[in-house]
């Protein structure tokens, strides 16, 4: 038979379990409740999240004058049935949004709008913004070497 230990600072006395190993201890913070939901695993997602979440702030703080905002929400569910609590863990994670560029626009007098003043002439008609139409091109496999004059 397994024997107790005894806790000075508690008085509380911990029987070993039947391997002869220490009982896990009662949670006494968040993060041990944490790592116990799902036997660690959400603790374990949610960091690599949280990592994920920190590379993108990095990259989005690049284009927006060194910073961004990002947002990591834990909801803990409990209820508590008998002698027993059921705790159902999740997270949410609130990506930081690009800042996009203003596009210009001009009103008509009807309220529509438009990407020309509507009281100017154009002097150029559409332009496609298709990705083709902005490839790098390789001029050294296709040029062929320049001659001196």
Known sequence: MPSEAHDPETGEFIPNVADGSKPV?????????????????????LSEDLRKLVHQLRA??????????????????????????????DYAVK??????????????????????RPNQHQFFGPRSVSPASNAIVDVTATSAPLKAI
């Open 60 to 89: 989005v703080a690049i284009t927006n004058g060194g910073k961004a905002r990002g947002k990591v929400t834990v909801t803990l569910d409990v209820a508590v049935e008998g002698d027993h609590a059921m705790v159902v863990g």
């Open 25 to 45: 201890p009662a949670a006494t913070n968040f993060g041990q409740i944490l790592a116990m939901c799902e036997e660690g695993r959400l603790d374990y997602q």
């Open 95 to 116: 990506l930081p949004k690009a800042k996009r560029p203003p596009s210009i626009a001009f009103m008509t007098d009807d309220g529509r709008l438009t990407p020309n």
